[in-house]
RNA sequence: CGGGGCGUAGCGCAGCCUGGUAGCGCACCUGCCUUGGGCGCAGGGGGUCGGGCGUUCAAAUCGCCCCGCCCCGACCA
């Protein structure tokens, strides 16, 4: 194509609503555009690189025998009441009424749909296992849209459904798309690591995520080197730094001491001299409407997943300010356990072999000291703590990291949360109607390559991996006037074209150094420049990447280029 | 939904405090010039100053209300 002709609107400076690196080179390099909060246009070359990537992901799907379909965005409500999430899903469901008031709304996801579809055809368990999947945009109300094509209310992604006559067939169908996935993330020339997630509300056994690492995620990784380990930090366990101080020694009884205006952790240490770990956090939680206790050492933070998850509660909050006073008499900076009657205590284990800390009195400026769990007050002891920094491997001892990461895909075994609700059954060997099982699986297409953008971006612009860059060779003629120049360099687009590469040719009557600085913005693995070293014969081949820049004979080019380029797409 | 910020030409911004002619850079158009890293000179076009109401002789500027966007938090199959 000849960039004369073609709409690519980049800009000189970044637009200022722009905060994350992607979002800023999306609408710079003129791949995007802003249509309204959490919604954008995407124009040319936003759309080839996503085409690009649908058809890596089109080919892995049907690699492993999933079956494309595509579903309405536009659903009634029945299906979403049936599962039960009509309710569930809250405000972030776009929600609309048809002119005779029938209640609809937009697709978040299409478990629904798929199950409706399924329990309807699906009879026998010869029709199993089935893998079914479409690629289209869903739409959600987010609370808070940002960070360009990160977290956005409408976005493209490839969601497909297994279903299964038992777990084993499950296990199969969910590792053939954990192997596709990992496929397609390679042919999308990401870097990326898949750790174990939370199954959330969506009650299921397993389930994965495949997360790039980057400044602009929202969530975090707990990862180790050595070790491989690699968990949401939802779920991630790990030993804890050890305490910095020793407990007093003695069997020392519990303590009041006046502690004015000490409330926070941090204050409470300053005012004693002692660090952090020396304390015992109390949070005072409510689960499923019942006050909770949860202590945790004074540097820890409490993970609201595992809480819910060790008290097997659906909703977890912490408590208002007057339901503290009234469970423990105090308000917040001055509880503690000990004594306490009116709530369930749970504890996380690293208070385990402690004594002799510091917690709050329960009396508004006072706390105890030489408070020793099992003593003093009694838990029920569980991994409730947030991985830190410093922590290590829980097995090993291996030093862990922390760090943010964009969630690109997500895979898990759904079980039989739909074929139940919504009566999804087919008879087995022996006649008998039995559930089928099924999984679910998400890829985020946007995100694909807003993570691209982030993982490769330089002080230059975006640098795309060639198997799903707009284009794949831009031929830059330094001066279009010159004949000779253009002459060579139209020679040599049409044969990369020949040659089956996707090939854009620089023909705008344009200084050299707008050329080289647009090329270098919107990402194209490579460039052609036809310039002075024509009367050699020559033109420089440079790579955007690595910056590496090689001088090669015309009639050569084309074919050092495809080879290359065909190579990197494997 | 809580906190903060912003809204003036396509983009980036100044002007607002202290009311009176709407301005700068880039981009765009025309001509000349230039052609290896966002080139130079000259001329030119483009604005309901987010919207409404109010105060005033007079509002981009002051007041009230609304809308939109961004950031932090809450939230996030």
């Known amino acids: 194509m000849l960039w004369s002709k073609l709409f690519i609107p980049t800009l000189r400076e970044n637009p200022a609503e722009a905060e994350v690196v992607s979002h800023q080179l999306l609408l710079r390099g003129g791949y995007i555009r802003q249509l309204g909060a959490g919604i954008y246009n995407y124009l040319f070359l936003a759309n080839r690189s996503m085409l690009k990537i649908i058809g890596i992901v089109r080919e892995e799907m049907n690699a492993i025998g999933a079956q494309e379909m595509l579903l309405p965005a536009l659903n009634p409500a029945e299906v979403w009441q049936e599962s039960g999430r009509w309710d569930l899903m809250g405000d972030n469901m776009f929600r609309l009424k048809d002119r005779f008031g029938r209640p609809l709304c937009l697709g978040m996801t299409h478990e629904e749909v798929m199950t409706s579809i399924a329990r309807g055809e699906l009879r026998s368990y010869k029709q199993l296992p089935q893998i079914w999947y479409q690629i289209q ?233 030489n408070v020793t769990p099992d003593e003093d007050f009694q838990a029920e002891y569980f991994d409730l703590r947030q991985v830190a920094d410093g922590d290590t491997e829980i097995e090993t001892g291996a030093p862990l990291q922390i760090h943010k990461s964009v969630e690109i895909g997500h895979i898990f075994k759904l079980g039989y949360k739909y074929s139940h609700s919504m009566g999804l059954n087919v008879l087995n060997h022996d006649g008998v109607e039995t559930p089928v099982i099924m999984g679910s699986y998400g890829i985020g297409i946007e995100r694909i390559l807003s993570a691209a953008i982030e993982l490769y971006a330089d002080k230059n612009g975006i640098s795309m991996p ?105």
């Open 137 to 369: 945009t869903k739409f959600r109300d987010e609370p808070r849209p940002k960070s360009g094509l990160l977290r956005v209310r409408q976005f493209i992604m490839k969601d497909s459904y297994s279903f299964d006559l038992d777990a084993q067939g499950l296990d199969a169908s969910y590792e053939k798309h954990r192997a596709a996935y990992c496929r397609i993330f390679d042919r999308c020339g990401l870097e990326y690591i898949t750790v174990e997630a939370d199954s959330g509300a969506m009650g299921g056994s397993a389930s994965q995520e495949f997360m790039v690492r980057s400044q602009a995620g929202e969530d975090y990784v707990v990862a180790c080197k050595e070790t491989g380990y690699a968990a949401n930090l939802e779920k991630a366990v790990s030993r804890p730094a050890p305490p910095p101080a020793a407990d007093p020694e003695g069997d020392l009884d519990p303590e009041e001491f006046h502690t004015p205006n000490r409330k926070t952790i941090e204050e409470v240490a300053d005012f004693t001299g002692l660090p952090r770990t020396s304390q015992m956090k109390s949070l005072v939680m409510v689960a499923d409407g019942k006050g909770v206790l949860a202590l945790l050492r004074g540097d820890h933070q409490l993970s609201e997943t595992k809480f819910a998850a060790a008290l097997k509660a659906q909703e977890v909050r912490p408590a208002h300010p007057e339901e503290m006073r009234e469970w423990l008499g105090a308000d917040a900076g001055s509880l503690g356990p000990v004594g306490v009657k009116s709530l369930r205590i749970v504890a996380d284990l690293a208070l385990t072999g402690r004594k002799n800390m510091i917690c709050g009195a329960n009396r508004d400026d006072y706390h105890l000291r």
């Open 466 to 570: 060639v198997s799903i860059a707009p284009f794949e060779v831009v031929v830059t003629p330094v001066k279009i006037g010159d004949a000779a120049l253009r002459r060579a360099a139209e020679e040599i687009y049409g044969k990369l074209q020949a040659l089956g590469v996707d090939v854009l040719l620089d023909d705008r009557d344009e200084s050299p150094g707008v050329k080289f600085k647009d090329a270098d913005l919107i990402g194209i693995p490579y460039r052609v420049t036809v310039g002075k070293k024509l009367a050699q014969g020559n033109v420089e081949i440079a790579e955007r990447r690595s910056g590496a820049v090689r001088e090669v004979q015309v009639a050569e080019a084309p074919g050092w280029l495809a080879e290359k380029i065909h190579a990197a797409k494997k």
